[in-house]
């Protein structure tokens, strides 16, 4: 079968077998422009099942792009609290705010680009899904998938991958149905072509997949070199007395607006070790052993002043409704809940 012939057969099959098959998703069952890009905006670095609370939480309280561009930057950040890369409020919040002073929305992906926190995917996803644009959004279901039914691959990094397997994506556009395109490539790299121990034998694409025509490993056509992670260690000091807990405002364009534990300064001595948090941040494993202060309360935040950490008092009334990042909030509720 010629190669064109190849992807329009794909695509009706993949039509078909969405049309059966679609998870059921709250930003699918109601669909809107806001809906498409929020979530988009939340399924950035978070599985779908830990996002869909915080989406259907959001939606209650901001459900449409004024709410979000009125909204108190704070209450944004409380309500996305435990979602993790909070520079994606933020970027949320420019989105909203541009768009409600523009007249209409951008018309291209390339528009939505503009934005700060929408790269090559995100914006054909918006453009696909949110506007029928004719664009076949490919994240990295997307381009697993296409690696193995083409049969290219292994790829140094994933642009090199996007830039190879783009004329596939674009010979898969069938006008109009692109955003289920789209989306049953999301659902069918989740469900059948999954990194690890894809399941071939039930794949609607079966017939026309390279790995499977040619007998090959599908999981040595899905590989994009990854950086090297590295571990950093960071100590955190619990601070409380019977006024409540001292916490640190966050600094730096990822935790701004955040509170977490304070950051116990290089050669300054604490208490034994409450808890570890443990958290991966882009390539970065960090592990953070949480000290108690020994009796020393006054004595460490004189040190973390010093330090130019920027420390304040919370009755433990106020934690709730405090932005606190995720890992932190639920270290801070263990030890408060059992000591
Ligand atoms: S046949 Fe297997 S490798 Fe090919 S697309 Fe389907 S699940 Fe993926």
Redesign the pocket.
């Known amino acids: 079968m010629a190669e064109d012939g190849k992807w329009s057969t794909v695509a009706a099959l993949l039509l078909e077998w969405y049309g059966r098959t679609a998870r059921v998703l709250p930003w699918r069952e109601r669909r809107s422009l806001y809906g498409t890009v929020l979530s988009e905006f939340m399924l950035r670095q978070t599985r779908v099942a830990a996002a869909i609370p915080y989406y259907l939480r959001w939606m209650e309280r901001f459900p449409d792009f004024r709410s979000v561009a009125e909204a108190d930057e704070g209450e944004l950040l409380c309500l996305w609290s435990g979602l993790g890369y909070y520079g994606r409020v933020r970027q949320l919040k420019q989105l909203c705010t541009a768009l409600c002073d523009r007249r209409s929305p951008p018309a291209a992906p390339s528009e939505w680009q503009k934005f700060p926190g929408v790269g090559p995917y995100c914006a054909a996803a918006i453009a696909a899904i949110g506007q029928n644009y004719d664009v076949v959004a490919l994240d990295a279901n997307g381009l697993r ?1 296409l690696c ?2 083409s049969g290219l691959g292994p790829f140094s990094s994933r642009s090199a991958a996007e830039r190879a397997l783009r004329p596939s994506a674009d010979a898969l556009a069938l006008s109009g149905r692109c955003g289920p395109i789209s989306e049953a490539l999301m659902d069918l790299g989740n469900g ?2 999954r990194a690890g121990r ?3 034998v039930a ?1 609607p ?2 017939d026309h ?1 390279a ?2 025509q040619r007998n090959l490993v ?1 999981e040595n056509f899905s590989k994009f070199s990854t950086p090297r992670s590295r571990r950093e260690e960071r100590r955190r000091l619990w601070l409380q007395d019977g006024r409540g807990l001292w916490l640190a405002v966050g600094s730096g364009s990822r935790l701004a607006g955040l509170y977490e534990l304070p950051t116990l300064p290089a050669g300054t001595g604490a208490g034994p070790v409450l808890r570890t948090i443990r958290r991966r941040i882009s390539s970065t494993d960090y592990v953070e052993p949480v000290h108690g202060a020994d009796g020393r309360l006054e004595e460490l935040l004189v040190a973390l002043r010093s330090d130019g950490q920027e420390v304040q008092l919370f009755s433990l009334d106020e934690l709730e409704r405090l932005p606190i990042s995720g890992p932190h909030g639920r270290c801070i509720a263990d030890i408060l809940a059992n000591g």
């Open positions: 998938i193995r039914l059948h072509c894809p399941d071939c794949c694409l079966r997949c790995v499977v599908p």
